[in-house]
């Protein structure tokens, strides 16, 4: 029921989310998505030994919040923390790197970087994957299930491979995972694939989702953004899509609607941008015009979504959509063939 009375459509299959940051839509906004008023929510010079937190992945966790997030240090390696927050707006994080044991219980080798985690609960289980160094990056899994321990899983794939995004539960028995391949750089190229495992070790069953396309804001190349969010109408997935400039490559939030039993089949995509650089956090910093989303909150009750975005490699802001809004903006604005 809506502050009315009124029955709400269950539309996000899910559980209520009432401590969800939260702020209506501007009267004279005119777009799906809308930005929260006092970004950036996470500035730089946050740790003594990081410059930047931005990219990072934030989820419920026992009615309060807890989130993984990328740190560059100032010998310009990326790596994760742990942080904790009551709102989701305001955030403790720790000093230290997130350190990890093997699966046998010893101490694994930290790693050389880590940067752009994604955060997901399955059944009881909280997983981190994100993009880890093996000779070139690749996607690395850990998992934990209270936030004090934390084990490494292997590596999911051979470099080279950025944006490891799992779905929230099994589907048809197997755990999935978009992935994105890419290069050892910058890569000025870059399609949505997805891949499958029984048992988060071994990967298969690899299938194409998205291409980048026609669109001038998503020609050079997509990559799969927070964990994809189950609504009656298919998996939404809200994903970055990007072009490039004669100066440099600009980052903004599509979203399209997966198939809900095999989501390596697109429903619709949208072929408008949600939310592009705009604001000066977005259009300034150390690499400007990047909107990069890592992680989303979500009221079942409500249809609320906040989305947690970086900001131009250099801060975490925080935009917010409801979900039929959404979902009916996506479907009536679908890509279409050149
Ligand atoms: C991508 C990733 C992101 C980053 C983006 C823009 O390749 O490395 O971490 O936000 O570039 O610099």
């Given at each position: 029921m809506n502050t009315k009375?009124?029955?709400?459509?269950?539309?996000?299959?899910?559980?209520?989310?009432?401590?969800?940051?939260?702020?209506?839509?501007?009267?004279?906004?005119?777009?799906?998505?809308?930005?929260?008023?006092?970004?950036?929510?996470?500035?730089?010079?946050?740790?003594k030994d990081g410059g930047r937190i931005f990219n990072s992945a934030v989820i419920p966790y026992k009615g309060e919040?807890?989130?993984?997030?990328?740190?560059?240090?100032?010998?310009?390696?990326?790596?994760?923390?742990?942080?904790?927050?009551?709102?989701?707006?305001?955030?403790?994080?720790?000093?230290?790197?997130?350190?990890?044991?093997?699966?046998?219980?010893?101490?694994?080798?930290?790693?050389?970087?880590?940067?752009?985690?994604?955060?997901?609960?399955?059944?009881?289980?909280?997983?981190?994957?994100?993009?880890?160094?093996?000779?070139?990056?690749?996607?690395?899994?850990a998992k934990t299930k209270d936030f004090k321990t934390f084990t490494q899983l292997e590596n999911a794939f051979l470099p080279f491979n950025r944006n490891g995004v799992l779905f929230p539960r099994k589907i048809n028995g197997n755990f999935v995972m978009l992935n994105r391949p890419s290069d050892m750089g910058h890569t000025p190229f870059g399609d949505i694939y997805l891949s499958q495992s029984p048992d988060m070790t071994y990967w298969g069953k690899h299938?194409?989702?998205?291409?980048?396309?026609?669109?001038?804001?998503?020609?050079?190349?997509?990559?799969?953004?927070?964990?994809?969010i189950e609504t009656t109408e298919g998996w939404l997935l809200i994903y970055h899509g990007v072009c490039t400039t004669c100066s440099g490559f600009i980052y903004s939030i599509g979203a399209a609607l997966l198939d809900i039993n095999d989501p390596s089949?697109?429903?619709?995509d949208c072929e408008n941008y949600l939310l592009t650089p705009e604001e000066p956090y977005e259009t300034t910093g150390f690499v400007p015009n990047v909107a990069f989303p890592c992680a989303t909150l979500q009221d079942a009750e409500t249809g609320r979504i906040a989305i947690f975005y970086g900001a131009a490699d250099t801060s975490c802001a925080l935009a917010f959509t409801q979900v039929d809004e959404l979902i009916d903006y996506i479907k009536a604005h679908p890509n279409r063939p050149l």
């Open positions: 009375g009124d029955a709400v459509k269950k539309t996000i299959i899910g559980e209520p989310l009432p401590q969800i940051p939260w702020q209506d839509k501007p009267k004279d906004c005119h777009d799906v998505m809308w930005r929260y008023d006092k970004n950036p929510v996470i500035e730089r010079r946050v740790l919040f807890i989130g993984v997030f990328r740190a560059d240090h100032k010998n310009g390696y990326p790596n994760l923390h742990l942080g904790r927050s009551k709102d989701a707006i305001h955030w403790e994080i720790e000093e230290k790197i997130i350190s990890f044991l093997n699966e046998d219980g010893s101490p694994a080798k930290p790693i050389l970087y880590g940067y752009d985690p994604r955060l997901v609960e399955i059944k009881g289980t909280y997983y981190i994957t994100w993009c880890n160094y093996f000779n070139g990056p690749t996607i690395g899994i299938r194409l989702v998205m291409k980048t396309s026609h669109y001038w804001w998503k020609n050079t190349k997509l990559g799969p953004g927070p964990i994809p089949k697109v429903i619709v």
